[in-house]
């Protein structure tokens, strides 16, 4: 006989987000003009392990920053709270957020193949900010 499941205990209210973690699917060519210009990326916020052990929602904002490979900042996409609120998700069990990131918005794509790197971003409406532990690299152009 299987057990009875348990309820989820929901995360505490004042649960601040300390990490971010960052991932994406291969990236799309939206504009069919044979270069990659759009990021499809999945987003996690999490507290402290010790008190909730996996993601949350938290009213706030992201901003994503794209660089090259010299460290340069060449695009970032400001999502405010309203937006980030309704691209809520539960996948597997965890709060998700998605966003499609068009790098279009500052530099062309079209691009020799070169390699760039993600970061993200999250400041909540309290005050606080947490952001990627480790960047996420992909290769934008053909």
């Known amino acids: 006989m299987r057990p009875e499941p348990k309820p989820v205990r929901r995360p505490p209210n004042d649960l601040r ?4 973690l ?16 759009t990021i499809p990326v999945r987003v996690q916020l999490f507290g402290d ?21 010299a460290g340069e900042q060449r695009v970032q996409w400001r999502v405010p709270a309203d937006v980030v609120a309704r691209r809520r998700e539960m996948v597997l069990g965890l709060a998700t957020h998605r966003f499609l990131l068009d790098v279009r918005a500052g530099i062309s794509d079209e691009m020799p193949a ?23 690299e992909l290769v934008l152009g053909r």
Do not use: K
Request: hydrophobic share 40%.
């Open 17 to 20: 987000v300390e990490r971010v």
């Open 22 to 37: 960052l991932a994406s699917e291969a990236v799309i060519d939206r504009d069919r003009n044979g270069y990659s210009d």
């Open 49 to 69: 392990q010790n008190i909730y052990p996996t993601s949350v929602f938290a009213p706030g904002e992201f901003i994503f920053t794209l660089f090259d490979q």
């Open 114 to 136: 070169q390699r760039f790197a993600l970061r993200a971003r999250f400041e909540d409406e309290r005050g606080g900010a947490a952001g990627t532990i480790q960047d996420l």
